[in-house]
């Protein structure tokens, strides 16, 4: 579909495509979608990692580490994503796992509040997408620690109920 447009796709829509075979699990596709992609914008990190992580998350290790090691390769570097909130005219940046920051005891006491809160209306997280070789437990830790949850929990216990963030 996308090569029947009658001008040349953006590699974000190539990207958008990716990312649907990501959550789908449509490894076929991913590949064809992954070439194309790699292709455009080999310089971008992005085509790789999504790529290397539809591998991994169908269980190719091998195939995960040959997009790896081609992203190496081509002198490509992953930038660590990271989240900013501003909260009292002071902006504040997390990254995954982060416990540098000094109100992480706070964050932690409030993320946990908060997952009792989920828990208690029967929310269970999806940990699919968690690619790290640990148990169940270990990988609902990892999906708290994302550095967009973080930021929130800060914006929560910094500032009054109802306040935007």
Request: some cysteine; overall charge negative.
């Amino acid at each position: 579909m996308i090569r029947a447009i009658p001008w040349k796709p953006h590699v974000a829509l190539w990207m958008a495509l990716l990312g649907a075979c990501r959550v789908h699990g449509n490894v076929e596709m991913g590949e064809c979608v992954g070439k194309e992609i790699l292709e455009l914008e080999p310089e971008n990190a992005a085509g790789y990692v999504l790529l290397s992580n539809i591998y991994a998350a169908a269980g190719n290790s091998h195939l995960c580490e040959n997009v790896e090691q081609q992203r190496k390769a081509r002198g490509v570097k992953k930038q660590l994503a990271c989240t900013w909130i501003e909260v009292n005219n002071e902006v504040h940046m997390f990254v995954v796992d982060d416990q540098d920051h000094p109100q992480m005891m706070e964050i932690c006491a409030e993320l946990q509040r908060l997952s009792g809160l989920m828990q208690d209306a029967a929310y269970v997280p999806s940990t699919k997408f968690v690619l790290h070789n640990v148990g169940e437990k270990a990988k609902v830790f990892h999906l708290c620690q994302h550095s967009e949850k973080l930021a929130i929990a800060l914006g929560l216990i910094n500032t009054a109920p109802g306040t935007p963030l």
